[in-house]
C-alpha cells in the first residue's frame, strides 16, 4: 500500500473526518473487522490531542496524518506542531509540568493553572487511552511537534 497524507485544519469537526478516513484505508489495507473500531478511537483520541494543542499554541498549523501498510502492519502516525517545551507536558505518560504555575501566568496563558492542570490530567488519559486500543505505540516529542506512532496487525 502506498502511503497516505492527510492534513487538517485544528477544528474538533476534522477529527470525525480523520477518524473516517483512517476506517477506511485500514478496512481497505486487511485490517481485522474486529480491530476497526480500535483503529477508529486511537486516532480520534490521537487527533483530539493534537487538536486541542493546536487551539492554543498555533492555531493556523494544520495536524498531520500519516498512512501506511507494509503487507503486515497498518500505520497511523499523527504529527502536530506544537514545539519543542508547549508539547513537553503532553508527550509522556505521567509528565510534569513544564512550568510552575506562577511562570505560566507570567506567560499571560488565558487559562488558570487550575485549568491547565485539567488539560494535563486529560491529555494523559487521552495517552493511556491510546496505549491501551492501539498494537503498537510510540510517542516522541521532537523540535517540530509530538508524534504519536499507531500500529495494528493487518490480516488477523
Known amino acids: 500500500m502506498a502511503t497516505v497524507e492527510v492534513s487538517f485544519s485544528a477544528l474538533p469537526v476534522h477529527v470525525r473526518t480523520a ?18 473500531d480500535e483503529v477508529r478511537l486511537a486516532v480520534g483520541e490521537a487527533c483530539s490531542r493534537a487538536v486541542e494543542a493546536h487551539r492554543r499554541h498555533c492555531p493556523d498549523e494544520p495536524v ?5 501498510g507494509n503487507g503486515r502492519r497498518f500505520e ?29 501566568d507570567e506567560r499571560d496563558f488565558s487559562e488558570s493553572a487550575a ?3 485539567l488539560a494535563e490530567d486529560v491529555a494523559e488519559l487521552g495517552l493511556a487511552v491510546i496505549a491501551g486500543l492501539a498494537d503498537d505505540v510510540e510517542i516522541a516529542t521532537t523540535p517540530k511537534g509530538v508524534q504519536i506512532r499507531m500500529s495494528w496487525p493487518i490480516g488477523t
Open 115 to 117: 485549568d491547565l492542570g
Open 64 to 68: 498531520r496524518l500519516e498512512l501506511s
Open 76 to 104: 497511523v502516525v499523527v504529527d502536530d506542531s506544537v514545539p519543542g517545551d508547549d508539547a513537553a507536558g503532553t508527550a509522556t505518560l505521567g509528565a510534569a509540568p513544564t512550568a510552575s504555575p506562577a511562570e505560566r
Open 19 to 36: 477518524r473516517l478516513i483512517v476506517t477506511a484505508v485500514a478496512r481497505r489495507s486487511g485490517v481485522a473487522e474486529t480491530l476497526l
